[in-house]
């Protein structure tokens, strides 16, 4: 098993920055591809970037390719979301999850773990 804690969420301006990290428990985390999702009030949650076991492979939704990264960092059980040029659309509860199987996947369903979630807000 698995637990996760994001932090770094918070209130920035549009065009502004905000890394997101999510820390990870277990001594198994660098086996699980690791993924950010988001929801936003009164809409379906949806996935945002995933990385590969070893960061080597990277997935990202088209709203935020260019503008996002994830990375991680398995010595220290931590994946990171730097976002960039955010825009009033990124607000939302952002949510980091783990994946046990080896596919890097945008499917909410195949992540088995979830942290409870940090709010960003993007002023305009």
């Known amino acids: 098993q698995i637990q996760l804690v994001e932090s770094g969420g918070g209130l920035v301006q549009a065009g502004g920055s905000l890394r997101l990290s999510c820390a990870a428990s ?9 993924g950010w999702f988001r929801q936003a009030p009164g809409k379906e949650r949806e996935f945002v970037a995933a990385v590969s ?3 080597g492979r990277t997935l990202y939704a088209d709203s935020v390719k260019g503008r996002f ?6 010595a220290k ?17 952002y949510y980091c999850a783990a994946d046990p199987l080896t596919l890097v996947t ?3 369903a195949d992540y088995d773990y979830w942290g409870p979630g ?7």
């Open 53 to 55: 076991r070893s960061g």
């Open 118 to 124: 940090t709010q960003v807000t993007v002023s305009s």
């Open 26 to 34: 277990g001594r198994t985390f660098s086996s699980y591809v690791m």
């Open 77 to 93: 059980n931590t994946v990171y979301l730097q976002m960039n040029s955010l825009k009033p659309e990124d607000t939302a509860v």
């Open 69 to 74: 990264t994830i990375s991680r960092d398995n």
């Open 106 to 108: 945008a499917r909410g």
